[in-house]
């Protein structure tokens, strides 16, 4: 899935390094590491938030990561946006 970024990335990720999958780690050196994971949080995070601002965009981000029974829930991923981003 690649999605247009419009603005750089934070790399807010460091302390949650435990948690981090490769592509997480990746992201963090790399802003538009385009990658996503769908098992892990961060990335569906990741992904969401590069979605920003188009509320569609991110609903469509959010669909597709529902489509994937290991992705985590929707309430996760805000959670954890709302605390990294
Ligand atoms: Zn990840």
Known sequence: MVTKLSKAHRNTYSDEDANQCEECVAAASLPFHGIYNFSCLCCCARLVVSARPERNQQEAMFASI????IAP??????????NNF
Request: with cysteine.
């Open 73 to 82: 829930k929707r309430e996760e991923i805000i959670d954890y946006m709302k």
């Open 66 to 69: 529902a489509k994937c029974e």
